[in-house]
């Protein structure tokens, strides 16, 4: 697989992904106070501390290619409107995972975050020559279930027990994805959900 080169800058009709800056965190802290965003996190985003202290760590692991994070912007508006991550990368086994991915619930089901998913993984196919794009999400987490599933993506079963919420609880995640093979349709298919409403 190839290795990303900083800047990457992706651009659709409704959205745009820029490299995630220190510029951009009060905008995000803002957004990130609506607690239905977090509903499904392990991690609770809406506590200002906890979310200033990941975007300054996925800034810092972007220098050593742990994780490459991005801004979401609003294309028509200029304005923020979440955040989306690359990270878990085997190069040598040409596989990574997308996820952590939030937004302004404002831009929910408007096709925003289905663009960012076509942009994100054609980069990934399509530059980084990848084989496989994995997705996580909470088990009891039927809407980004649904969402993955009306992308084309392929359910492969559920981690029990995968990891430790904030509260103590115990989350069951279950793993979807994309291989090569299939990209080319999940792409058509999403070119057609975006762009023929």
Sequence with gaps: MNRIEHPINLEGEKVKLVPLDS?????????????????????????????????????????????????????????????????????????????????????????????????????????????RVQFLTDAINTRSRQALEGMGCTMEGILRNERIKDNGGYRNSVVFSVIDSEWPDVKQKLIAQIYSR
């Excluded at 239905?36 to 972007?62: M, Q």
């Excluded at 991550?85 to 190069?91: E, I």
């Design 23 to 131: 510029s951009h965190f009060p905008a995000l802290l803002e957004i990130s106070r609506d607690n239905r965003i977090w509903e499904y996190y392990s991690a609770n985003g809406g506590n200002p501390d906890r979310l200033l202290l990941h975007l300054k760590s996925a800034v810092l692991k972007r220098a050593t290619m742990e994780q490459y994070a991005f801004t979401v912007i609003d294309k028509p508006s200029s304005q923020i409107i979440g955040s989306t991550m690359l990270y878990n990368f085997s190069w040598d086994n040409s596989k990574l995972e997308i996820g952590w991915t939030w937004s302004n619930p404002a831009y929910w089901r408007t096709g925003h975050n289905r663009e960012c998913k076509l942009l994100l993984l054609t980069y990934c196919f399509e530059t980084l020559g990848a084989i």
